[in-house]
């Protein structure tokens, strides 16, 4: 079945130590967004990929980096954690047309200790 | 900047009562997606409704989206305990690069 898949499930990062989180998709889809859900918070969108071109949130903190290789891979860079960073993390697909609706993969969770 | 929100945030009910969600956009959007999130898991597609009038059904939920007054609403009929969780509408921008922005949630309990 084509999917979203993320690595790893779960991460355990200290302060301070940089953490990549990975994303990979079998869907051909040319759009590929970043996603962070606090405990009882809405998905905030953090950067999003329209084939290559990368788009940044405003209120993305610089922290955050990202990086689409190729079409199916994207992956999302903390540089340095801090405490306030975890969360979890949402990778998500879509086409440009909409007519369908974000593929979402099962998410990271990211503690920082 | 497109703002997409929810009432109410939190929803107690009991069985078999009827209830409905509402969602608030701020920018027009021809795009609106509702999703469910059980807790520690990642978000599951109901409804894509993607024109005026448009009206979706699935099993105890209906979705409509009413583009002009620019709200959405998701109506849960005789709710049984299934259906707690948190639920999301979602906007999608008509311009740029497209962008799909949550609302800030729904989080359902339904009270045997």
């Known amino acids: 079945d084509a999917m979203v898949i993320q690595n790893p499930r779960y991460q355990v990062t200290q302060f301070g130590k940089p953490v990549t989180l990975s994303c990979s998709q079998t869907l051909n889809h040319n759009v590929m967004y970043w996603y962070q859900q606090k405990s009882s918070q809405a998905p905030k969108l953090l950067f999003h990929y329209y084939d290559k071109d990368f788009n940044n949130e405003a209120d993305t903190p610089d922290n955050f980096q990202s990086r689409r290789p190729n079409t199916s891979f994207c992956f999302l860079d903390i540089r340095s954690p801090g405490l306030g960073d975890a969360a979890m993390y949402l990778c998500?697909?879509?086409?440009?047309?909409?007519?369908?609706?974000?593929?979402f993969g099962n998410g990271t969770r990211l503690t920082v200790t | 900047e497109l703002k997409v929100e929810q009432n109410p945030l939190f929803l107690s009910m009991q069985e078999g009562k009827n209830y409905t969600i509402y969602c608030n956009y701020s920018t027009t959007s021809d795009r609106l997606y509702w999703y469910r999130q059980d807790p520690g898991k990642s978000l599951e597609s109901l409804f894509v409704?993607?024109?005026?009038?448009a009206v979706k059904q699935e099993g105890r939920l209906m979705a409509s989206l009413d583009t002009k007054a620019r709200l959405s609403t998701l109506h849960i009929t005789a709710a049984v305990h299934d259906l707690s969780a948190t639920y999301f509408c979602a906007v999608r921008t008509t311009s740029g690069t497209y962008k799909y922005i949550f609302g800030t949630g729904t989080r359902l309990k339904v009270l045997a």
């Open positions: 409704l993607l024109s005026n009038g």
């Open positions: 998500a697909t879509s086409t440009d047309r909409g007519l369908s609706p974000l593929h």
